[in-house]
Nanobody, 124 residues
Framework: QVQLVESGGGLVQAGASLRLSCVAS????????MGWFRQAPGKEREFVAT????????YYANSVKGRFTISRDNAKNTVYLQINSLKPEDTAVYYC?????????????????WGQGTQVTVSS
């Protein structure tokens, strides 16, 4: 049984930083791409970042490029999302997801498993 458990969210002021973590179990972690998505209140879930199985390839949404960094530690079955210079519009539930394949993908349909999410709230 695959499980993805996110942590690291919280209530912060604009300009602060957070590091989200997602620990995976139940599947060979190093064989699959990982991704982060987010869903703000009243909005659809949107792509944030993705990383290949090896960590050599990453891709970001334009809205977070330069502020967010995705990384992974295959020895710890963990993927991270470093978020810097947080803005109120970053407020959302952040979800990690494990891909169907090793290559990174933008579409949510390319991901097989999802975590429960971690709330990030940014005050102005």
């Amino acid at each position: 049984q695959v499980q993805l458990v996110e942590s690291g969210g919280g209530l912060v002021q604009a300009g602060a930083s957070l590091r989200l973590s997602c620990v995976a179990s139940g599947r060979t972690f190093s064989s699959y791409a990982m991704g982060w998505f987010r869903q703000a209140p009243g909005k659809e879930r949107e792509f944030v970042a993705t990383i290949s199985w090896s960590g050599d390839s990453t891709y970001y949404a334009n809205s977070v490029k330069g502020r967010f960094t995705i990384s992974r530690d295959n020895a710890k079955n963990t993927v991270y999302l470093q978020i810097n210079s947080l803005k109120p519009e970053d407020t959302a539930v952040y979800y990690c997801a494990q891909g169907l394949i090793a290559a990174p993908r933008v579409l949510a349909s390319a991901y097989a498993y999802w975590g429960q999410g971690t709330q990030v709230t940014v005050s102005s």
